[in-house]
């Protein structure tokens, strides 16, 4: 199947830092990747839809300013989260659609941990 | 905007046991997809549909794009341990350009 990397796995920054989280597609191209956010025992979270060569498209209530994503290549997409809080931690996780796949099909990275203190 | 109902919420179920949980939704899919997730990873795709009537096995897996395209259900035979998880249903919309996820169903399999 599909193969989709994220990187860091986990990070722990400093109040006020700002985080870049790296997602690849290693063995497809993938026009749109897909950020996600979750709470413990929650559901997935779409913050925003990232397409290559293109403005991210955000999800209602997410702050653009504030979760920065660049979708450089067809196989990396990167969110970078600014001046990171506390109430910032999560579980963020990536997906890359794949064209092959039916159109909709996505796969999911690995997920990182992003702890503020 | 698009709404997934999945059920049930949680599962707890003795080894070797069969499992079934469903999606619907008021709205008409493309593509409904299944996946499952272990603590602290991401989702892993478990079966894709594509097709409405379309009955997809994997295994021990089973899944089915109900004839509506509203609704889709996924059983899991002779359960085992490492069958524990959250698993999640997505539903994909073309017309949306992104799929809609459904709450999860936690399922714990008794040894």
Redesign the interface.
């Known amino acids: 199947g599909a193969v989709v990397s994220q990187h860091p796995s986990r990070v722990i920054c400093k109040s006020g830092t700002s985080v870049k989280i790296e997602c690849r597609s290693l063995d497809f191209q993938a026009t749109t990747m897909f950020w996600y956010r979750q709470f413990p025992k929650q559901s997935l979270m779409l913050m925003a839809t990232s397409n290559e060569g293109s403005k991210a498209t955000y999800e209602q209530g997410v702050e653009k300013d504030k979760f920065l994503i660049n979708h450089a290549s067809l196989t990396l997409s990167t969110l970078t989260v600014t001046s990171a809080h506390p109430e910032d931690s999560s579980f963020y996780i990536c997906s890359a659609r794949d064209p092959q796949g039916g159109g909709e099909t996505q796969y999911f990275g690995p997920g990182t941990r992003l702890l503020v203190l | 905007g698009q709404q997934l109902n999945q059920s049930p919420q949680s599962m707890f179920i003795q080894e070797g046991e069969d499992v079934s949980m469903n999606c619907t939704s008021s709205s008409i899919f493309?593509?409904w997809?299944w996946?499952k997730q272990d603590p602290?990873?991401?989702?892993?795709?478990l079966i894709?549909l594509?097709k409405a009537g379309e009955l997809t096995s994997n295994g021990r897996l089973t899944a089915q794009f109900g004839t509506t395209r509203k609704d889709s259900f996924l059983n899991i035979s002779a359960s085992i341990p490492s069958d524990v998880g959250i698993y999640?249903c997505?539903g994909?919309?073309?017309n949306a350009?992104?799929?809609t996820?459904?709450?999860?169903t936690?399922l714990t399999v008794k040894p």
Not at chain 2, 40 to 45: I, N, R
Request: glycine share 24%; no cysteine.
């Open positions: 493309n593509t997809l996946y602290g990873e991401g989702p892993v795709l894709a594509y999640f997505a994909g919309s073309t350009g992104k799929s996820f459904g709450d999860g936690t």
